[in-house]
Every structure is written in structure tokens, then in C-alpha cells.
């Protein structure tokens, strides 16, 4: 499996004395899987990121206190658009509070949308995620890529973590999903019914708006019939009760068996 490894620059805060050890450069290793130019005119390449034992990074919505991963293109050539493809990750609790995250190593596949099709990419980012063990430091990294439009064969190890995203709804068979929305003293309380199959044991959903600028609280789910009812308060800038789009919802279950991502709902 041909890799190239990222130019890249890591930042990390002064720590105690005591910490110095255990610093973020040792834990994580990334490197650019270069993929292949699909056949529609994406270019589908990857990050890969390796972990020393005992360590973990966070999926995109980290949980109660995780860090969540940031990206930023700017300075980028030929680039119109990004969509990241992020594999199940694993949850599990620590001091009571559930964190979403991954360890030991990750594939998440990274489509690349040129403004002209055919054309190289030049890649000039920033990613500021977080690791832990026994404590969480955020790490900057700065890095660049070149991409050939000339690849076109794909490449095994980003299609096997493709494999691994959560199904759509269609693949899932739900049936609908239908929100109720209540102002609350400081935000809006969201019931939101999932008519869906289930996914296993400890089923949770975890719920994302398109601004990240409101906390979602920990969501609470239970089944009711043929139905998963999840209920969870979402608070913005305003700490007000607010407009809340229900399209742009994202809802994430997850179970022991599997994991569906969703997409929006409608009204109760």
C-alpha cells in the first residue's frame, strides 16, 4: 500500500512539567493515502492516522468533552469542494461522560471535488484535532498534497474503510423520522421518532446541527414499538430558544450491531 507522508507542522500548548512526555507528536503519526480519480471527476483519497498504543482521536462529533477534528483548505488549488466519508468509530464512557472516538489506527476516506475535472489538486490544509490517553491535547498540523488526475486505480485500503461507514437510511430501511421541537428556557428540547429496524443492544443516536456553534446535549433513546424515540436539548449562541431547521439535521444510531447515518426530518 503506497503512502505519502504529509509536510506537515505540529503545534501543541506548553504542558506541565510532569506531561512533557507524553506529547501529542509522539502519539500520532499522519500520512495521505493519494487515492484515485473516480470516474465521475472526484478525486477519493485518505487520511490515515496511526496511534501508539493507549491513545485515541476523536470522530467528528466527539461527545460530551472530546475535541472535535477541524479542517481548513485555504490556499488550495483547483479545489472546489470536500466531503469526508468517516468509518463507525467506537463508543465508550469515561467518568460517566460517553465519548465518540477512535484508537490505534483510522482510514477516513476524503473526497476532493476540482473546479476543473481532469486537472491536478493542490492541497495546502490545516487540521487541528485532538488525542488522549491519560489526558487530551489538541494538535495543529499543517500539510500539503499534490494529486494526479492520471490515478485512477483504487486503492484497497480506502475502499475497505468505505465499507465501514455507517448504511444510509435506504440501506437501513427506515421508515421516516418525524421532530418535534419545544422552546426551552435557554434553547429548543428536540423529540425526534425514528422509524427504523434496530441496530443492536445499547442503541444511541447522536445528533449534529449545520452550526457548530450549538451544544447539543447527550441524547436519550429508547425504543417505543417499531420506533427509536431520542430527546435531547440544543442550545446556541443566544441561549434563547431559536429556529431550528430540521433538513439539516444529522442523526447518527448506533448499536452493537450497526450504524445508520440520517439525514433531516420532518415535522411532528
Request: with cysteine.
Amino acid at each position: 500500500m503506497k503512502q505519502f507522508f504529509l509536510a506537515l507542522c505540529l503545534t501543541i500548548p506548553t504542558l506541565p512539567a510532569p506531561l512533557a512526555a507524553q506529547t501529542a507528536s509522539d502519539a500520532l503519526q499522519l500520512s495521505l493515502l493519494p487515492g484515485w480519480r473516480t470516474a465521475e471527476g472526484s478525486h477519493m483519497a485518505a487520511l490515515h492516522i496511526r496511534l501508539k498504543p493507549g491513545w485515541k482521536t476523536y470522530w467528528r462529533a466527539p461527545g460530551e468533552s472530546g475535541i472535535p477534528p477541524q479542517f481548513t483548505w485555504a490556499g488550495s488549488d483547483n479545489l472546489a469542494a470536500v466531503k469526508f466519508h468517516w468509518p463507525r468509530p467506537k463508543v465508550h464512557y469515561d467518568n460517566g461522560m460517553r465519548l465518540i472516538t477512535y484508537k490505534d489506527q483510522v482510514v477516513i476516506p476524503v473526497e476532493f471535488f476540482p473546479k476543473t475535472k481532469g486537472e491536478p489538486l493542490s492541497l495546502r490544509a490545516k487540521a487541528n484535532l485532538g488525542v488522549c490517553r491519560d489526558i487530551c491535547m489538541p494538535v495543529s498540523l499543517d500539510f500539503s498534497a499534490k494529486l494526479s488526475a492520471l490515478i485512477t486505480r483504487p486503492d484497497p485500503a480506502i475502499r475497505d474503510a468505505l465499507k465501514k461507514r455507517p448504511l444510509s437510511a435506504k440501506q437501513a430501511g427506515v421508515k421516516g423520522v418525524s421532530c418535534l421541537v419545544e422552546p426551552i428556557s435557554d434553547g429548543v428540547r428536540l423529540t425526534a421518532t425514528l422509524k427504523m429496524p434496530s441496530t443492536g443492544k445499547d442503541e444511541i443516536v447522536v445528533v449534529e446541527t449545520a452550526d457548530q456553534e450549538v451544544w447539543v446535549a447527550p441524547t436519550e433513546a429508547r425504543r417505543s414499538g417499531a420506533a427509536l424515540v431520542a430527546v435531547t436539548d440544543l442550545v446556541g449562541p443566544s441561549n434563547a430558544p431559536f429556529a431550528l431547521e430540521r433538513s439539516k439535521l444529522r442523526f447518527t444510531v448506533m448499536g452493537s450491531k450497526t450504524a445508520v447515518d440520517i439525514q433531516g426530518c420532518s415535522g411532528p
